[in-house]
Structures are given as C-alpha cells and as structure tokens.
C-alpha cells in the first residue's frame, strides 16, 4: 500500500514527543531501573538558531523554522523546567549550537543542565520548544500561563499576543 508523503511534515512534532516522553524518564519521574538518576533528555547534534517572521514579528526559531521559547522562571541562565514541564516545555538541547541569519552570535551560548545535558540559550534565556506546536511558524505557545514567550533578535522576550 502506498500512503502520501505527510509524515515528513510531522517528524518534528514526532521527534518532540520522543523528547518530552525521554525527558520524562518513561517512568514518571521515577527512578532509573538501576537505582540512578532518570535519563537525561537526548541532545541532537547541532542546531542553527534564527530570526524569522511570525505573528508576533520577528522571533527566533531553530533550522527548521519552529519557534523558540523562553521560561520566565528560568534565572541568570540556568533553567527551571522540571520534568513534568519539560514533557510540554522540551528544552533544546545540543552541545553544539549557532547563529543563523538575524542573530546575534555574541548572545548565544549553551548552560549545562544538572543532568550533563547542554541546553542552547540566547541572552539570558534557555530555549525551548513548545509540544502543542504543530508545525513551523506556530506561535501557539505565546504567553502561556503568562510565564512562556516567545524572544526577539536582540534576546528580549516577544510580550505581544497572537
């Protein structure tokens, strides 16, 4: 049987399930069978951060146009998402990350989170991304709780409303 060639338009929303449900640890929030700590969120190898048009105006977004958000709870760089948000909150985790077009390079940078994985952030800001968007250049995510934003190029959270 043959089926339409849809499914890579939803490969980032399938890669972002893996994800939380990895940053979950599968279990809850529970222990690892082994006793340790639950595994950390998977890193992917390299990420390019950039500008793009939204509904919001400009915003960053990652390669593949989907937006970043920050967490207003997260404090001089370091995040505060816990497992249970990071499993709707996926943290964007590489070790290796860079400026793309509209960005500044000099606000981009990495902060190691206390499971030895290495989130990107800009500014001062961890980025994340946000599981209820579906596709690149949804915004859906925008004020949530009113604690979630959107970022600006010049590393400023993005207040406005969709």
């Known amino acids: 049987m043959r089926f339409p060639r849809t499914g890579t ?40 951060v ?25 404090q001089q760089g370091a995040g505060n998402c816990d497992a249970e948000c990071v499993a709707v909150w996926p943290a964007l985790l590489t070790p290796e990350v860079s400026a793309g077009s509209g ?12 499971e030895g994985a290495v989130q990107a952030k800009y500014g001062d800001w961890p980025l994340y991304y946000y599981v209820g968007d579906a596709v690149a250049g949804d915004v859906t995510g925008q004020g949530l709780d009113g ?16």
């Open 50 to 74: 950039q500008v793009a048009d939204s509904a919001l105006g400009p915003i960053l977004v990652d390669g593949a146009g989907r937006t970043l958000y920050a967490f207003t709870k997260d």
């Open 9 to 48: 338009a939803l490969a980032p929303v399938l890669a972002l399930t893996v994800l939380a449900l990895t940053a979950c640890g599968g279990g809850g929030g529970t222990a690892a069978p082994d006793g340790g700590k639950p595994a950390a969120p998977k890193e992917v190898p390299a990420v390019s």
């Open 103 to 114: 960005t500044e390079g000099k606000l981009l940078g990495r902060t190691q989170l206390t």
């Open 147 to 162: 604690e979630w934003f959107a970022i600006g190029a010049d590393g400023k959270l993005v207040k406005a409303a969709v």
